[in-house]
């Protein structure tokens, strides 16, 4: 049973990270800008990286709430990744404007 709830925690976990990049990017794509899959490729994993060394820093420093610094940079993690996915799609629109 451990094993099923530390699944479930993980597809979560996943889900809050990669869940508002994969959003943007699918509507943006729906708009025709083919061009942020390129993008998701080395943007996925790096958001990846950086929350788990963040989450693992904090676990190193023996802070008292971890449960809420894990939750606290997974959103940070995963705003930061849709902020890239909409700076870059606008990064194309301006350079199609010309």
């Known amino acids: 049973m451990r094993i099923v709830i530390m699944a479930i925690a ?3 976990f996943l889900a ?3 869940g ?3 959003y943007l990017a699918h509507r943006y794509l729906e708009q025709g800008y083919d061009a942020l899959y390129g993008l998701l490729r080395k943007l996925l994993p ?3 990286v950086m929350a788990v060394v963040a989450i693992m820093a904090a676990d ?3 802070r008292w709430d971890l ?3 894990i939750a606290a940079v997974t959103l940070a993690a995963s705003a930061g990744g849709a902020a890239a996915v909409s700076l870059r ?4 629109r301006l350079m199609l404007r010309r």
């Open 16 to 18: 809050a990270l990669w």
């Open 67 to 69: 449960a809420a610094i």
């Open 60 to 62: 190193a420093m023996d």
């Open 46 to 48: 790096a958001q990846l």
């Open 89 to 92: 799609c606008l990064m194309l």
């Open 10 to 12: 993980v597809l979560v």
């Open 20 to 22: 508002p990049a994969l």
